[in-house]
């Protein structure tokens, strides 16, 4: 059985593909696809940059509210999940989330560089096939901090047009 497939289309920036991993998370698979389909993450940004590291994105509006999903048990090594062994290597998706290890909902990464210390401690689901000259260019934007919480934040928006599920 092929691997579920995803196109992120983001405004002025391009296309990145990717292919997803139900055997290593397959519950993060079924929420993020799940998501994709119910349009979720149309009109949603990349609200941290962090060249050499990663973009981070799935959870705010351009003018910073935060769009809510619910929470999913985080399926990780730390966390007791030993069968996702996706290292965070360029290009891996990966689920974001708080100090608590069942936080993950919609916002992911894209590694923009290998991270070994993130391996095992967060859920990994899939890596691009194509767009990295995408993801290169969003890791080029201008950053600067919002407010007291928030670091990394790019200057122009970098705004999700579409994720969508290109084949299941």
Do not use: C, W
Not at 47 to 62: A, E, L, S
Not at 64 to 92: C, D, M, P, W, Y
Not at 119 to 131: E, P, R, V
């Amino acid at each position: 059985m092929a691997n579920p497939k995803i196109e992120i289309r983001v405004k002025n920036y391009g296309t990145m593909t990717a292919e997803l991993y139900p055997d290593m998370a397959p519950l993060t698979v079924a929420n993020f696809l799940k998501l994709a389909k119910e349009d979720f993450f149309s009109g949603l940004i990349f609200h941290r940059v962090i060249p050499g590291f990663m973009i981070q994105g799935g959870g705010y509006t351009p003018d910073f509210s935060q769009k809510e999903a619910a929470a999913i048990n985080g399926e990780f090594k730390s966390n007791g999940f030993a069968q996702n062994t996706l290292k965070h290597t360029r290009g891996v998706l990966s689920m974001a989330r708080t100090m608590d290890p069942n936080s993950a909902s919609s916002q992911f990464f894209v590694m923009h560089r290998d991270a070994p210390h993130l391996d095992g401690q967060y859920a990994g689901f899939g890596k691009l096939t194509d767009g990295f000259d995408v993801l290169d260019k969003i890791a080029q934007t201008r950053t600067g901090s919002l407010g007291f919480y928030m670091q990394d934040v790019p200057r122009e928006t970098v705004e999700i047009e579409t994720i969508a599920v290109i084949e299941e």
